[in-house]
């Protein structure tokens, strides 16, 4: 370690003093070194003539964004011969994205000569290579079996009629999450009501979810997960998604499908029903290069059996989103708004054996329908199976629109 702290020192000290640097001085475990100090995780790291591409996974900056800069900014102050730079961050040790960056660009963007928007249209973003990805089997600093304890609250926020206008369901959601190899995760949490005016789910403690999941990257680049376990709300069973990337990763289109049946506990007694009940989704997704705008649209069969399309759109803030949706099924229209706001601080403990924390942002989801409050029971329309996980939050939000649109905190790096 010292040795390795003593190459880093050298190299600075030579980039700096605008020295050359010799080739045989440079190595790989020195890049390492200073992205574990990082706290990064899964590093891969490989160096040609001209090129130097670095593997890594984060899960210490809240900001994928700030991540990418912190990273690009050790690799060209540890290779500065390197006319090339490539990132590849992953998640689940599984690549998301391949980030290309000519040097010169790089320079010129952090010395104040390139626009920052011109820049980011020359940065080069798509999927791995297979020649890639045989070099990720070997990976240092690996986040395997590390377990994050994630202290979380929900709600429910429901706007009645009549003399019953607001109703509140709030309840701290605990859990517990570990990688147990490469693309896998478990996940369990917890249900715990503090306040309840809704009324549905009663004021017992709860399972909220407990799953075990798997990423495949496949060939063409496109992504399948699937799950098995206990689901939101109150379902068992077994879940597929599927993706991919078009158009220089402008265009998603992807899908899943749930065959699952009830499950509930109360009373001491598990109550539940065979698996059986089928949803999917097809859905479409544009991303507007440098403005941080997104559009889409998908088809939905809903739990109930009722079905139709909606079409959204959604713009980051910096790393706030808020979007709009409207949707329609044979049964209900509805619309409504989602809000995401980064939760403090932004920077998370280094990853190590056991470690709390808390989620990145807080999500909000309000939902007006026109069925959902005329009868004595709700009539829940338009309601999907909630796994936990989503391809889409999957891949970081490394498109070409958020990247373009945060690019400026790469100079602070």
């Known amino acids: 370690m010292v040795a390795n702290g003593g190459k880093i020192i050298l190299v600075i000290l030579l980039t700096v003093c605008g020295l050359a640097l010799p080739a045989e001085l440079f190595q790989s ?26 593997g890594y996974e984060n899960r210490v900056y809240r900001c994928e964004i700030r991540a990418a800069g912190v990273v690009l900014a050790w690799v060209a102050r540890l290779a500065p011969e390197a006319r090339n730079l490539v990132l590849v961050p992953q998640n689940r040790a599984v690549p998301v994205a391949r980030i290309e ?50 202290v979380n609250a929900g709600h429910q926020i429901r706007f009645g009629n009549y003399d019953d206008r607001f109703k509140l369901y709030g309840f701290f959601r605990p859990g517990l999450t570990t990688m147990p190899w490469r693309g896998g995760a478990a996940l369990v949490e917890a249900i715990a009501p503090f306040y309840d005016d809704i009324g549905l789910y009663g004021e017992d403690s709860r399972l909220g979810r407990l799953t075990l999941s798997q990423v495949f990257l496949l060939p063409r680049g496109v992504y399948t997960a699937i799950e098995a376990g206990a689901f939101m709300p109150e379902r068992w069973g077994v879940a597929i998604q599927a993706a991919r990337f078009f158009a220089g990763r402008r265009f998603l289109i992807g899908g899943s499908y749930s065959s699952t049946g009830f499950l509930f506990y109360e009373e001491g007694k598990w109550i539940y029903s065979a698996p059986g009940t089928e949803t999917y989704q097809l859905y479409g997704r544009f991303f507007f290069p440098g403005i941080g705008l997104m559009v889409g649209a998908d088809y939905s069969l809903h739990l109930m059996g009722d079905s139709g399309p909606r079409v959204m759109v959604s713009r980051t803030f910096g790393e706030t989103e808020i979007g709009f949706y409207a949707a329609r099924t044979d049964l209900d229209k509805f619309g409504g708004f989602q809000l995401r706001i980064p939760i403090p601080p932004a920077r998370r403990a280094r990853p190590a054996g056991f470690r709390i924390t808390v989620p990145e942002a807080y999500r909000l989801d309000y939902r007006a329908t026109t069925r959902v409050y005329t009868r004595v029971e709700p009539i829940q329309t338009g309601l999907s199976v909630q796994t936990g996980f989503d391809l889409i939050d999957f891949f970081k939000r490394l498109t070409v629109s958020t990247i373009a649109e945060r690019i400026e905190v790469w100079k602070t790096e």
């Open 29 to 54: 475990d020195s890049l390492i070194v200073a992205l574990e100090r990082e706290g990064f995780e899964n590093l891969v790291v490989a160096a040609g003539d001209s090129e130097i591409c670095v």
């Open 101 to 150: 960056v000519r040097r010169s660009d790089y320079d010129a963007f952090r010395d104040g000569k390139l626009e920052g928007r011109t820049f980011a249209g020359r940065i080069r973003i798509g999927e791995t290579t297979e020649r890639e990805r045989t070099r990720f089997r070997e990976r240092h600093a690996s986040g395997l079996r590390r377990v994050d304890f994630i």
